[in-house]
């Protein structure tokens, strides 16, 4: 592969994101919302960015009172206009640009070593699935964290309704490709599709989560809509948006980022305040819509439900 840039992680965050751009994106977005609900208003107009989600009627779903937070929920317009969505671009302002991104019919495929190999349509899916509110903590390898509700389901119900075989040792994850709607994907030193991975044991951890869901509605587009993984006690990276396709292998995956950089993002990533990446600390992080910087900790905050799962795993890097 011949890589001739290097992803932006390869900056301090501070440079890859000078803060005029982002306050000129907010103030268009902001601009945009307005438009529509004029376009919209008695007119039977809808524009496009507009379009009703199919899954609406769903949410709000249940908050799970088992997943709490020490801190506050990060305010959604923050969280919604500092994404990383590489296929959009290779910057944090990608919100208006994910919105091409078409998300009905939307097919996830699952197979590989299961019993029988499926093809889900969205819908069908969510009318399947025990959906519930989780608060979670996320932290990107970057040094920025957030704290949001996700709606979605446990991602071991996922496992049970795939059906593995006793032989699938990992389950791999693949996002759509498509270049004409995804502009990013035309940058070919990139390793398209996004891909990413996870241990069987993982998979099945009670953490593991499958979201199409964040803050009381379905998933906007910018946050990896209509599915995506949720893995909080690992680097945001690992958490892949917009899934097309489910495989259960004997294979360890080698993850968009791994094959980028093998030396600074591995397969495991788990967040660990100690274990610096190579080239920045990892002690602590920038809590997005806010000035405050906390101590990283060590899972992410997850030690107690996920550190067991790592006792046997020897001679790997666990935190990188
Ligand atoms: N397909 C895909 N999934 C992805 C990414 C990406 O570029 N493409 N970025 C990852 C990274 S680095 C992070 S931190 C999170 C960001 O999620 P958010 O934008 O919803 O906060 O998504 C992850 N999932
Ligand atoms: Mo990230």
């Not at 438009?35 to 379009?51: D, K, M, Q, V």
């Not at 094959?259 to 993002?265: A, L, S």
């Amino acid at each position: 592969m011949n890589i001739r840039r290097k992803p932006s992680w390869a900056i301090p965050e501070r440079e890859a994101t000078p803060e005029h751009v982002f306050l000129n994106r907010r103030r268009f977005l902001t601009g945009m919302a307005g438009a529509g609900a004029l376009l919209g208003s008695g007119l039977g107009i809808r524009p496009a960015f507009a379009e009703a989600d199919p899954s609406a009627g769903l949410y709000p779903v249940k908050r799970n009172p088992a997943f709490t937070l020490d801190r506050d929920i990060t305010d959604e317009t923050a969280a919604s206009t500092y994404n990383n969505f590489y296929e959009f671009g290779s910057h944090k302002q990608i919100a208006s640009l994910a919105q091409r991104l078409d998300i009905r019919p939307w097919t996830v495929t699952i197979d590989g070593m299961v019993d029988t190999p499926q093809q889900l349509d969205i819908d069908d899916l969510l009318s399947k699935m025990p959906l519930e509110e989780r608060l979670y903590r996320h932290r990107c390898v970057e040094a920025w964290a957030m704290a949001v509700p996700w709606s979605g389901f446990a991602m071991p119900e996922l496992v049970k309704l795939a059906g593995p075989t006793a032989d699938a040792k990992y389950v791999r994850f693949e996002t759509f490709h498509d270049p004409s709607v995804a502009s990013g994907q035309k940058q070919s030193w990139y390793p398209w599709p996004y891909v990413e991975g996870m241990t069987m044991d993982e998979a099945t951890n009670e953490l593991a989560f499958v979201a199409t869901g964040i803050y009381g509605k379905p998933l906007a587009k910018q946050f990896g809509a209509p599915i995506r993984m949720v893995m909080p006690w690992k680097y945001g990276f690992k958490s892949i948006k917009s899934i097309v396709r489910i495989t259960f292998t004997d294979k360890r995956p080698v993850s968009f980022w791994e094959e980028i950089q093998p030396k600074e993002y591995g397969f495991w990533a788990n967040v660990n305040p100690s274990v610096p990446h190579a080239r920045w600390s990892q002690a602590s992080e920038r809590l997005l819509g806010t000035d405050e910087r906390r101590n990283t900790m060590l899972y992410n905050g997850y030690e107690e439900q996920v550190a067991h799962l790592y006792q046997n795993v020897t001679g790997e890097l666990l935190f990188m």
